[in-house]
């Protein structure tokens, strides 16, 4: 199955600090997407792309945080100035046949 | 929008043991699928199954779609079983459920 790529695996970053997220995503895809888990709890929808825009974004998602996609291969998810509560595991998903697959994820610890 | 609820929250299972977790969404999906979390939080796919039927080793789902709901059999579990099991609905985007935590002792 094709893979979706993120790095790095396991961030540790002070309160007020910006982090970026990067993930490399199946190629040829148009759709991507950003979804959250804290510790203990589902996973949450963050924000669709789509062709370069966002395409739908959660209450989640509100002005600290942004999408990019900076070259053709890859999609960055920053977080402005990050608080405790940014703490959780992110992964970003790409459309795979009739699914969905996911990254192995990112996990955040604000401190 | 959709709601996605899971049943049990909680399982715990002996080695060798069958389960059936349960799913139930509040709306019309145009699919559903099926992923395990492992302890190293990774989410791997188990099944895309918008209706029917699907088998693959010793797990299996069904979804009926027309009653909303969706179920995983887990046969002769083992202890790799572990972990959380979320079903997840998608309308525009995939919708996760609340999770079935799974533990299988020797």
């Known amino acids: 199955e094709p893979e979706v790529t993120q790095t790095p695996s396991h961030q540790v970053t002070q309160m007020g600090q910006e982090v970026i997220l990067r993930c490399v995503p199946i190629s040829n895809h148009l759709y991507f997407y950003w979804y959250r888990q804290i510790l203990g709890q589902k996973v949450e929808f963050l924000v669709s792309f789509y062709n370069n825009e966002i395409s739908e974004k959660s209450e989640i998602f509100d002005d600290q945080f942004s999408v990019e996609r900076p070259d053709g291969s890859n999609f960055t998810l920053k977080i402005r100035s990050t608080k405790l509560e940014d703490s959780a595991m992110y992964f970003c998903?790409?459309?795979?046949?009739?699914?969905?697959?996911f990254g192995s994820g990112t996990r955040l610890t604000v401190v | 929008g959709i709601q996605v609820e899971q049943s049990p929250p909680d399982l715990i299972l002996q080695e060798g043991a069958n389960s059936t977790l349960r799913c139930n969404f509040s709306d019309s999906v145009n699919n559903l699928q099926w992923f395990h979390q492992n302890p190293w939080g990774q989410l791997i796919n188990l099944f895309y199954i918008p209706s029917g039927t699907k088998q693959n080793g010793r797990l299996s789902a069904t979804t009926v779609a027309t009653e909303r709901y969706s179920l995983l059999y887990i046969s002769s579990s083992q202890t790799t079983d572990s972990g959380v099991y979320f079903c997840?609905?998608?309308?525009?985007?995939?919708?996760f459920g609340t999770g079935t935590r799974l533990q299988v002792f020797p």
């Open positions: 997840a609905a998608y309308t525009d985007k995939l919708i």
């Open positions: 998903a790409s459309p795979q046949g009739y699914g969905y697959t």
